[in-house]
């Protein structure tokens, strides 16, 4: 645990009680004794009105009436608070309302040297999905889909969903079991299990009409959604070697299922195995634009036939051209 995580529950674990001693603290949070008085110090030097009682068995109170001291930020802290919001205008994140005001709460505490110097790396640094004609501080105007927030809080709850979309002019409502929630190609998708067809199924949120817990009695078990899904794991059919720059480009971007090993101690070569579906269009597309990106530091051991007929195809365009 580090220093200043260590330092802020030991507040809150003496803000609760009316009296600690020091061996108290040392057993709670497994620390020495010095490690124990150094952090009881700065406790006290960050404002907790600490009263120390002197004898044999004496120890430590918090003076009544006390609260825990005002959060301050230091400078470092500040910037990378902004940074952190100006690196992520654009991306559709989910809470955007409560991260506009938390900006304007921020401000409101630091002083005006502090806003002034967010003016200025507001002005310098530009990131991916910036307006440079109008960096605006606080202009974190990207709402989301507006089904986003009521998913993430349902499945706080409950992962079993219900949930209702609209595919071309068709209602359909599926109920599953979801796994993972996860944003690619700058749109959000649902990864579930779908329990009355028992196989994956993936979802994009911004099809959502509806979202609410789908009903115990219809409930397959977990483990049983486990067991079905092992069963269901799709045969690696591409297997391809990468050197030093196609990691490079694989860090750069790759799709969200496919994943690499690395196979020396240095990370210079790796392999990649996993499995594409030839009989889906827009997949076998990505991973034959996927794979050109990856440029020719490749060594491709095994490929289905319709992807090395779609690289073919893409490598005659650019011989013609």
């Excluded at 040392?26 to 960050?46: G, K, P, V, Y």
């Excluded at 579906?277 to 289905?304: M, Q, S």
């Amino acid at each position: 645990m580090k220093k200043v995580e260590r330092i802020n529950i030991i507040m809150r674990y003496i803000n609760n009680r009316a009296h600690f001693t020091i061996s108290e603290i040392m057993q709670e949070f497994n620390i020495s004794r010095s490690t124990a008085i150094r952090d009881i110090r700065e406790i006290e030097a960050m404002g907790m009105p600490l009263v120390a009682e002197v004898g044999r068995d004496g120890g430590y109170f918090v003076m009544k009436n006390s609260v825990l001291p005002t959060v301050r930020f230091t400078d470092n802290e500040i910037k990378a608070l902004f940074i952190a919001f100006m690196a992520t205008r654009n991306l559709q994140l989910p809470y955007l309302k409560s991260r506009h005001s938390l900006a304007e709460k921020l401000l409101g505490l630091i002083s005006q040297n502090q806003q002034d110097d967010l003016v200025l790396l507001n002005q310098i640094l530009l990131f991916e999905g910036t307006n440079p004609h109008n960096p605006d501080l606080l202009d974190l105007s990207d709402l989301p889909h507006p089904m986003l927030e009521q998913l993430i809080q349902n499945l706080l709850m409950d992962c079993y969903l219900a949930v209702t979309v609209e595919e071309g002019r068709e209602i359909k409502s599926y109920p599953i079991y979801l796994m993972r929630l996860y944003r690619e190609k700058s749109s959000w998708q649902i990864e579930g299990f779908d329990l009355e067809e028992e196989k994956r199924r993936i979802i994009p949120v911004d099809n959502l009409t509806d979202v609410k817990p789908y009903p115990e009695k219809k409930r397959i078990s977990k483990k049983k959604i486990v067991e079905q899904l092992s069963k269901q794991e799709e045969a690696v059919n591409l297997v391809v070697e990468l050197g030093p720059k196609a990691i490079a480009q694989f860090k750069k971007y790759h799709p969200l299922k496919i994943s690499i090993s690395y196979t020396n101690p240095y990370q210079t070569t790796a392999i990649l195995k996993t499995f594409i579906n030839v009989h889906h269009p827009e997949e076998l597309a990505e991973v034959t634009n996927w794979l050109l990106f990856l440029g020719e530091d490749i060594k491709v051991r095994e490929v289905p036939n319709k992807v090395l007929e779609g690289l073919q195809e893409r490598m005659d365009v650019f011989g013609n051209d």
